[in-house]
């Protein structure tokens, strides 16, 4: 079970002064085991009463708590990226976009989003994710570097969409 997440709080192993520290997106992965011989075993935190065809079924607060750095299994969540702009109230995408690019029935996720750094567009029913993210560059310069069109060279942006693929119907 991974999931991936924004962590936007201070810690200086992020940033120099350890205040007003840059968004970054972290994995964290809980494993399953082997249901017949549980070998190797379940981690501790894993949902084991979850139905993937719906959602809300899932218990994330072992992955998604108040405080999100705290270990899992004695792991600290896998930074991936750091520096994600979290410039406010600039190009901040709509349920219909995401509707415009996956078809109707289409979410945005998160369903209200504050920023543009990282969101995602998500068909269910079609299996297909739109992942966007992006970046602040100027930021690692100047701890206060809102997004800014005219220096979009230090505002690298990029999209995938992703099929599932599945036996089941």
Do not use: H, M
């Not at 970054?24 to 809980?30: A, D, F, G, K």
């Not at 998160?110 to 993210?133: D, E, H, L, R, W």
């Amino acid at each position: 079970f991974v999931a991936y997440y924004l962590l936007s709080n201070n810690n200086a192993t992020w940033c120099s002064s350890g205040t007003n520290c840059p968004a970054r997106i972290v994995r964290r992965e809980l494993k399953g085991g082997d249901p017949f011989d549980n070998n190797p075993p379940r981690d501790v935190d894993f949902p084991i009463n979850f139905d993937l065809s719906q959602p809300n079924t899932i218990n994330l607060n072992a992955l998604n708590n108040a405080q999100p750095e705290v270990l899992i299994n004695n792991a600290q969540p896998e930074v991936l990226i750091n520096y994600v702009d979290q410039t406010a109230g600039v190009l901040i995408p709509t349920a219909v976009q995401c509707t415009n690019a996956l078809g109707t029935g289409s979410q945005l996720i998160p369903s209200t989003v504050q920023f543009s750094g990282f969101y995602s567009c998500v068909n269910s029913a079609t299996k297909i994710a739109q992942v966007n993210i992006r970046g602040n560059a100027l930021r690692r310069i100047r701890d206060d570097a809102p997004y800014n069109a005219n220096a979009s060279i230090y505002f690298p942006s990029a999209s995938i969409t992703v099929r599932g693929i599945s036996r089941q119907n």
